[in-house]
């Protein structure tokens, strides 16, 4: 845990949001060519594909890891699509939000930081974060401050980090969310996928 908790002031100092690349599902079932169910609608695994072919072809290393960890990359995508529905569930049942405005002012901040909108979109394609899902990493980051936030405490704390994950758990249940195996089995203990670990906070 002390990665998560070292990174949130690394970046301090994810497409249109998910809910526009989950397709309606007949019958909520897993088939070929779904990669995640999320209370009865699909994440397709075109979506999935999708956003893989863009880091393929993003500047700042992306694609040499696309070519070296094709499978760690999809897994990667797929973590993030389905992390963001289950922040913004997990948010909505709490009566909370992230406004577009914020996430705007939050990008705006990080690339000053990092010296312009071209290298933060390299520093995050590097990490596995598409030009087309920068935003949606914006929005996520935000949500799980703000989850921790409403409970009193800092997400960058042991405690904080508590209070997010079961707020996740509980929001992956209430979506009865079923990953494709192809792509692991989600962790609600870390609220992503394993084998392949995805840092809330940090790309």
Do not use: K
């Not at 100092?13 to 309606?24: D, H």
């Not at 936030?149 to 969310?177: M, N, Q, W, Y």
């Amino acid at each position: 845990m002390h990665r998560r908790t070292a990174a949130v002031g690394a970046l301090l100092a994810a497409v249109a949001p998910a809910a526009a690349v989950l397709a309606a599902c007949g019958g909520g079932g897993l088939t070929a060519g779904t990669a995640a169910v999320l209370d009865g609608r699909r994440i397709p695994v075109r979506a999935v594909e999708s956003r893989v072919a863009e880091l393929r072809h993003a500047a700042g290393g992306a694609s040499v890891d696309a070519r070296q960890q094709p499978d760690g990359l999809a897994r990667r995508a797929v973590a993030d699509l389905v992390l963001d529905a289950v922040v913004a569930r997990a948010l909505a049942d709490r009566g909370l939000a992230v406004a577009a405005a914020e996430v705007a002012a939050e990008r705006a901040d990080a690339a000053e930081r990092s010296g312009g909108a071209d290298a933060l979109a390299r520093v995050l394609a590097a990490r596995g974060v598409p030009g087309s899902g920068i935003d949606d990493w914006f929005r996520r980051r935000l949500g799980i401050l703000r989850l921790a936030a409403a409970a009193g405490a800092d997400a960058g704390t042991p405690e904080g980090e508590d209070v997010v994950r079961i707020a996740l758990a509980d929001a992956a249940s209430a979506l009865r969310l079923r990953i494709n195996p192809r792509y692991g089995t989600w962790d609600p203990a870390q609220a992503t996928l394993v084998p392949d670990l995805t840092p809330w906070l940090a790309p």
